[in-house]
């Protein structure tokens, strides 16, 4: 970093010379005819990174399938990308490339050179290039039916909710629906996305303008009794919560989740919210299910570490930090990590702490409007013994600066709605035994060719070996 390098283009018998704050992208720099084109350059970023929120019927109010889509947004998809990891970036991931672990699953984030590439196209009059370096669509209009989890196996719909144009937030059950299933099924992967009613071009430029649902909380259970009271915890499976703006959980491969025979989704608790307009809205639910006969062998746990009793948030002030503690009961391997704050907040970041042994695991930026869960590569994942204590941090910022807190001179407590606070890490993790645990590092050295030197954030054991692989270790 910091090299500063420039390279010219040549456009419409203009020599244009461009600064730009290394790494340089590549193309631009190698030759002074190489003009960075969407055709060649910029189509396959918006493929890989941009275009499953980017199309018609998805999440974003534009679509950027074709060079006449894309070409007006030029100069705003160069701002939203270089903001990396600060609130409103594009795409919306946070994770900070400087600190901690930085393999994750499904990462759509941008290389450095690619931010740049954007730049330079953006600034030389987002030329087309030639159309023949243009990659097959990964996206045809009206041919895929947009999850992301590929073709669900079962689809279930909540039951339609008119929000009022305007209105307090509500808080409520939405209703009680059959999963229709007749055997036992264990669930790879759940997606959710809100239907609604508002049209593309009226909705606002935020999330919040273009969806009602804030939040979902739901359960399944087997009714034994008409009465959602009636469920007991031996009936029940606990799914991840449902965000807007958050993705699909793909649970790890020997962790499926149970969706029982005669089971019901009780959708427990909505956060809903008004948008200005009368919206009638629903979920859709779809599940892809692992074959008939498939049993899990590890145990999925909800980790929730956080605070929110005493949380005390000054008005106008930045650089605020609020930190939580919590000790593992159990070896863990940390799935996924998902920052959970409200307005305020811009920042969070995970650290492990075991005997003398401090790391950080992740660091994320936080914007509100995007509420992400970031799954860590299963090599990545981290791997804790019982004992370890987590410590959270969260930096909150109620400055104008940060334009997501709504009224910067309001001091803030902890509560439900966006205006109060939340401080949380609402993570998933495995829960191991002694050898599950042991298995798991033993995997990964292998795996990763460690020695007993090699020090891997997020695994303090892993180059400790265990009796019962002693030998298993290469030697320096
Ligand atoms: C997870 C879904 C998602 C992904 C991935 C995503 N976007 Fe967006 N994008 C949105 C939504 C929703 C909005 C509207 C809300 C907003 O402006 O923040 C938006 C807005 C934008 C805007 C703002 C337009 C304006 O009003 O100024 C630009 C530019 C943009 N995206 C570019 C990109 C680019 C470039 C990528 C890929 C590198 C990308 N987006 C990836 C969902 C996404």
């Known amino acids: 970093m910091g090299i500063r390098c420039r390279s010219s283009m040549r456009l419409a018998g203009l020599t244009i010379v461009l600064g730009c704050v290394s790494p340089c992208f590549a193309g631009a720099a190698s030759a002074v005819a190489d003009e960075v084109t969407f055709t060649r350059d910029i189509a396959p970023i918006l493929q890989r990174s941009c275009q499953h929120c980017h199309r018609p019927d998805s999440v974003a109010p534009m679509s950027f399938l074709t060079y006449e889509e894309v070409r007006p947004w030029a100069r705003a998809m160069k701002t939203r990308t270089a903001l990396r990891n600060k609130r409103g970036a594009m795409p919306p991931w946070f994770v900070e490339k400087d600190i901690g672990i930085q393999h994750f699953k499904d990462d759509p984030s941008l290389s450095e050179d690619e931010i740049a590439a954007i730049a330079v196209w953006a600034d030389s009059g987002a030329p087309r290039g030639n159309p023949a370096d243009l990659p097959p669509p990964r996206f045809v209009v009206g041919e895929d039916d947009g999850w992301r989890i590929g073709t669900p196996d079962l689809i279930i719909r909540s039951p339609e909710i008119t929000v009022r144009a305007t209105g307090a937030d509500r808080w409520e059950p939405i209703g009680v629906v059959p999963t229709g299933l007749t055997q036992d099924r264990y669930v790879e992967a759940v997606e959710i996305r809100e239907v609604n009613d508002i049209p593309k071009d009226s909705a606002g430029g935020t999330v919040g303008g273009r969806f009602v649902f804030h939040h979902l909380n739901y359960s399944s259970h087997v009714m034994e009794d008409e009465q959602p009271e009636a ?164 930096y ?73 692989q002693a030998g298993a270790v290469a030697g320096p």
């Open 231 to 394: 469920f007991t915890a031996e009936t029940t499976t606990v799914w991840p919560v449902h965000e807007v703006g958050r993705n699909a959980d793909i649970f790890p491969a020997d962790a499926g989740r149970i969706l029982a025979a005669g089971s019901v989704l009780n959708l427990e608790t909505a956060h809903l919210h008004s948008n200005g307009r009368e919206t009638k809205a629903h979920l859709e639910f779809a599940f892809k299910f692992h074959p008939v006969g498939y049993r899990p062998n590890v145990e999925w746990v909800r980790r929730f570490t956080g605070n929110g009793v005493d949380i005390s948030i000054k008005p106008t002030l930045a650089d605020q930090e609020l930190h939580a503690y919590a000790v593992l009961q159990q070896h863990t391997k940390i799935l996924t990590f998902e920052p959970h704050m409200h307005a305020p907040g811009i920042r969070m970041c995970l650290e492990a702490i075991w005997g003398a042994s401090v790391q950080t695991l992740t660091c994320a930026g936080y914007d509100h409007n995007w509420v992400r869960s970031y799954v860590y590569a299963d090599d990545a994942a981290p791997l804790l013994p019982e004992g370890t204590i987590l410590h959270l941090i969260g």
């Open 396 to 468: 909150m910022d109620t400055t104008p600066a940060n334009r997501n807190v709504a009224d910067p001179r309001n001091w803030g407590g902890g509560g439900r709605r966006s205006v109060a606070n939340m401080f949380i890490d609402l993570g998933e993790g495995l829960a191991l035994s002694d050898a599950e645990f042991e298995r798991e590092m033993g995997d990964r050295r292998k795996r990763l060719g460690l020695t007993k030197n090699d020090v891997v954030i997020g695994c303090p054991l892993c180059q400790v070996p265990f009796p019962s």
